[in-house]
């Protein structure tokens, strides 16, 4: 027969915990970890040089950061005032990203509209999260674990020897597991909501945050799918309006991710799925801590932490159309005067994925004012007929979807006819022997349109 010790440890390893359980005993295992502190740390710049990127609090306008007070202020007071709202409207649709494929297509319909083709029309596919049950308790009434805490003891956790670290990767696997079920049974969409409601109410996600780069690899894996999920179904208003309206020093924690190759893709990924809700990308958008990615995170050596840190910036330009417009337009000359860096760039990946995400920038119909401005300049069409001659055949692919604008334009300026009539006929004859590999109609379409319209441009035009 068991002892009765024996007997109560066994019930409590086995013993299902509630969504506040769980929480909860993150939330202490969390206390007994360290926190990291911010610091600065050296990346090259984008002239090659070592550049310093201090710690996200006030980052690029000498702004002081908040002190930890008054983020425990700030903390305090967001679990009196977040835990009692309801979502806004958590299961509205969202659009996903679009392919590569899906974007080009919109890219040359738009294009083809212009010279009074018949334009075909493509939206963004996407659905919208399952909707889930209004906010309330799921508790299973299961005991608390003993309070004892220490390696070679009764732990939080109710099992003999666990470590901090062990019982905390326990919990969060747990409550991946109330999010995204076993398999067998349906998730049960009030524990979601309730695992949310604690999960804000405690706090766990800027404790989890604080001592992101110290936790194990699987607990920081268990830790990204929980935010992604609370966030994407915006359970309890996680993302909106937890995060965006009390909690904008998550996403710093987020984007200081960046500097750490070792949590930047998990950071990366939470940073994007909170990112899917519009307030979030707009206070990303408008405040400093954007430009980063300008700067410094699109050319980090790192080939993974880069092409993750322009997937986020492509994100944010691209998918709430109003608000990156707005940005845009606001933030013209500063946007652009880095994308020539990113257009400069001796990283190949870099420039192919900046003039990529420039064409789709300027073919996005909500850009039109910004698109103008843009191809009524002579130092961006130099740019780009420089990069039209690129010797990599992907980089003169996409450079073409974005000169083909210059020379659309019905209304280009003087300058801009100067420069393409004085270089007609090499311009002619580069581009009737332009990748006549592909084997695209709409690719030829343009082309042809591009010769044809090039051949009829003459000097008096350029003088008017």
């Known amino acids: 027969m068991p002892t009765g010790g024996s007997s109560f440890l066994s019930s409590l390893t086995k013993r299902k915990k509630s969504p506040e359980q769980l929480v909860k005993l993150a939330v202490a295992c969390l206390h007994e970890l360290p926190a990291v502190e911010d610091a600065s740390w050296t990346c090259p710049g984008v002239d090659g040089t070592k550049a310093t990127v201090p ?18 202020d700030e903390l305090t007071s967001s679990r009196h005032s977040i835990s009692s709202s309801a979502p806004s409207n958590p299961d509205a649709s969202r659009t996903s990203s679009a392919g590569s494929d899906a974007g080009a297509s919109r890219r040359s319909s738009f294009f083809l509209s212009a010279f009074g083709k018949k334009e075909a029309h493509s939206h963004d596919s996407g659905s919208a999260p399952p909707p889930h049950s209004s906010a309330g ?90 935010f992604n999920n609370i966030a994407r179904h915006n359970h309890a208003g996680f993302a909106d309006p937890y995060i965006a309206d009390h909690h904008f020093s998550i996403l710093e924690q987020l ?35 954007v430009w980063p990615f300008f700067d410094t995170f699109v050319h980090l050596p790192n080939f993974d932490v880069a092409s993750d840190s322009f997937a986020t910036l492509r994100d944010l330009l691209t998918k709430h159309k109003t608000v990156a417009a707005e940005f845009l337009e606001e933030e013209y000359e500063q946007v652009f005067d880095k994308y020539k860096s990113l257009l400069a760039s001796d990283n190949y990946v870099t420039r192919r994925m900046s003039l990529k995400m420039l064409g789709e920038i300027l073919l996005d119909r909500s850009n039109f004012n910004v698109m103008m401005r843009y191809i009524s300049s002579k130092e961006n069409l130099k740019m780009i007929m420089n990069l039209l001659r690129d010797k990599s055949a992907s980089i003169q692919f996409e450079a073409f979807h974005v000169f083909k604008v210059f020379v659309a334009n019905p209304k280009k300026p003087p300058a801009i006819v100067k420069i ?24 030829r379409e343009e082309k042809s349109l591009l010769v044809n319209t090039l051949a009829n441009l003459d000097y008096e035009e350029a003088a008017t």
């Open 55 to 72: 710690a996200m609090d006030g980052l690029n306008r000498g702004e002081p950061g908040p002190s930890k007070q008054q983020k425990q």
């Open 420 to 443: 393409l009539v004085t270089n007609r006929d090499k311009l002619v004859t580069y581009l009737t022997h332009f990748h006549t590999d592909k084997d695209d109609e709409q690719f």
């Open 137 to 226: 308790s799921s508790r299973d009434g299961s005991a608390a674990d003993a309070s004892t805490s220490g390696k070679g003891s009764v732990g939080q956790s109710g099992i003999e020897g666990d470590s901090v670290m062990e019982r905390l990767a326990k919990r969060l696997s747990q409550m991946k597991l109330v999010l995204y079920g076993d398999g067998e049974k349906e998730v049960d969409k009030d524990k979601c909501v309730d695992l949310a409601e604690n999960i804000i109410k405690e706090g766990l996600m800027p404790l989890l945050l604080d001592r992101f780069t110290n936790l194990p690899f699987e607990a920081r894996k268990d830790a990204a799918q929980i």
């Open 255 to 289: 984007i200081s991710g960046y500097g750490h190759p070792e949590v930047a893709l998990n950071c990366g990924s939470m940073l994007r799925e909170a990112a899917r809700h519009e307030k979030v990308a707009r206070r990303i958008l408008f405040s400093p801590h």
